[in-house]
Structure formats: C-alpha cells, structure tokens
C-alpha cells in the first residue's frame, strides 16, 4: 500500500518512460515499409491504454479530492482536467492514425510535451498544496482509493465522456 502521492509518482514516472521511448526512434522519418512501425503501433497503444486509465482514476478519485480538501481546489482541478481532456482527444486521434502518416508524429510529439507540462503541473503546483492539507491517514486512504480506481479505470480516452464528476 502506498499513499496517494507515492502512486501517482509510479504512475508519473511510468508515463515518462513510455514517452522517452517512443521519443528515441527517428522521429517523422517513418515510412509505410518499415519493419519497425507495428511494434511503434504496439507502444502508442500501449501508452493510450496507460495514460487513459491514469486519467480516469484521477478523474474519479484524485481531482474530487482536491476540490474537496482545498479552497482554490475547484480551480485547480479545473485546469488539470481542462488538459486530460485535451489529452483524451489526442489519444482519440493518435489511436485512429496510421503510424506513417506525417500527422502521427507530429500529433504524439504534441502529445508528449502537453502530458509532460500536465505531470508537471499536478507535481508542482498541486501536489504540494494537498499534501499540505491533508493528514497521513487521509493521503493513505486516497492512495488505496487511487489503486482500487485503477484497477477498473477505462483503458481508451473516450474524449466524448466529460472529465472530473457529475454536477
């Protein structure tokens, strides 16, 4: 069991490893006869599924916890969901794309610094504020909150779902 920053921290950190692959390879210089293009396929699906489930276990639990334990909360919770959304279509549209088309890399390298600018937000702007707020206890139970929502969270953007909770 880990708390809510310690959780989110492997996720971050597992998101960043994905990222910093698929940035190695060449980018823009792949074409349709490539043998490399189906296992670049399997790692921006791979990323898809991952960053989706990060995002709907924040959207569940995390950002809920925010608005609930901080008095800007609202607001700051609505400028990170405000980028998972975005997020959500650009994994909509890099799932739909063919890895040689021209718009695929451009899309992933849009892709990649928008979620790098997120992870940093939350990490730096937001983390240290609810940190503050919140006992052991309470980041404890939100880490196991956390692990259980993401257990069962989305494995696909769906951009059409809005983010954060029912109003």
């Known amino acids: 069991m880990s708390d809510a920053f310690e959780f989110l921290a492997r996720d971050h950190a597992d998101l960043r ?23 670049r396929r399997a790692r921006v699906e791979r990323l898809i599924t991952v960053a989706s489930g990060h995002e709907a276990t924040e959207e569940t639990c995390f950002w809920p916890a ?73 980041a404890d139970n939100l880490g196991r909150k956390l692990e259980a929502a993401h257990r069962t969270a989305a494995t696909g953007p769906y951009p059409g779902i809005p983010s954060g909770p029912a109003v």
Do not use: C
């Open 66 to 138: 925010v608005r609930a334990a901080l008095p800007d909360g609202d607001e700051l919770a609505g400028v990170a969901t405000g980028q998972e959304s975005a997020s959500k279509r650009a994994l909509d549209r890099l799932g739909a794309l063919d890895v040689g088309q021209p718009e695929f890399e451009a899309l992933l390298a849009e892709f990649t610094r928008a979620a790098r600018e997120h992870i940093d937000y939350e990490e730096n702007v937001v983390w240290p504020r609810l940190r503050a707020a919140l006992t052991a206890g309470q």
């Open 17 to 39: 490893k994905r990222l910093s692959q698929l940035e190695m390879g060449p980018a823009g210089q792949y074409s349709a006869t490539d043998d490399n293009l189906p296992q």
